[in-house]
């Protein structure tokens, strides 16, 4: 049973875009959450944690936590061609528990020149 | 930055033969893990370990086996390999328990049973 779930699946948007990316948990012991990304060919890379409700951003990237429905999204403004990969959701329970973080199946984006 | 090497990174196994997969870290983390990625299914915990001389069952543990000589190594160890054991194989390192901190993934290894 896939426990994070992530939406849409694929992504075009246009350089210059803004791309905006979801991921649910149906746990509601995960409260954790990672994005990574991955390129073609590599391993993933973390992009950004959010443990917290509300905004984090970093750079183009920001990441936008709702603890009570378990909804996470990322919103990557003023989108470049480098930014086209497979972005993953990971999610874990709170720091004490020791669990590990579970993966979403990913959405890819594409950004169009 | 962390750095998490994997070998072979890529690999043609015979059904039923038997397949090891390594990797090493010069992090000094405690924790390291195997991953495998399928389309369709995105990234699922095979085994980890938080310490030498000890692994965990993740959530798909079936026909792997895994082996932590040190802190540096850990390896993924396929006895039987089998058609459905197709994939690409991650390793990851954390440096503390994995619900608080960022995993840092090698470059995988893509393994092709015959």
């Known amino acids: 049973q896939q426990k994070v779930q992530q939406s849409p699946e694929s992504l075009s948007v246009p350089e210059g875009g803004m791309a905006s990316l979801n991921c649910t948990s149906s746990?509601?012991?995960?409260?954790y959450f990672w994005w990574y990304r991955q390129h073609s060919g590599e391993g993933p890379k973390a992009l950004m944690?959010?443990?917290?409700?509300g905004d984090k951003k970093e750079g183009r990237f920001t990441a936008h936590l709702n603890k009570a429905s378990l909804h996470v999204s990322l919103h990557i403004r003023d989108s470049q061609p480098s930014d086209s990969a497979l972005y993953f959701c990971a999610a874990s329970e709170p720091s004490n528990s020791g669990t590990y973080q579970r993966f979403g199946t990913g959405t890819k984006l594409q950004v169009v020149p | 930055e962390a750095a998490v090497t994997q070998s072979p990174r890529s690999k043609v196994a015979v059904t039923g033969g038997k397949v090891t997969l390594s990797c090493h870290q010069t992090?000094?983390?405690?924790?390291m893990y195997w991953y495998r990625q399928d389309t369709g299914h995105g990234l699922r915990l095979i085994h980890y370990s938080y310490v030498a001389d000890s692994t965990e069952k993740g959530d798909i543990p079936d026909g792997y086996k895994a082996s932590r000589p040190s802190q540096e190594n850990f390896s993924l160890i396929l006895e039987l390999a089998s058609l459905s054991q197709t994939a690409v194989y991650f390793c990851?390192?954390?440096?503390?328990?994995?619900?608080?901190?960022?995993?840092?993934f090698g470059e995988g290894s893509r393994l092709i049973v015959v």
């Open positions: 990851a390192s954390s440096e503390g328990r994995p619900s608080g901190n960022t995993l840092y």
């Open positions: 992090n000094n983390h405690d924790y």
């Open positions: 746990d509601r012991n995960f409260q």
């Open positions: 944690s959010i443990f917290s409700d």
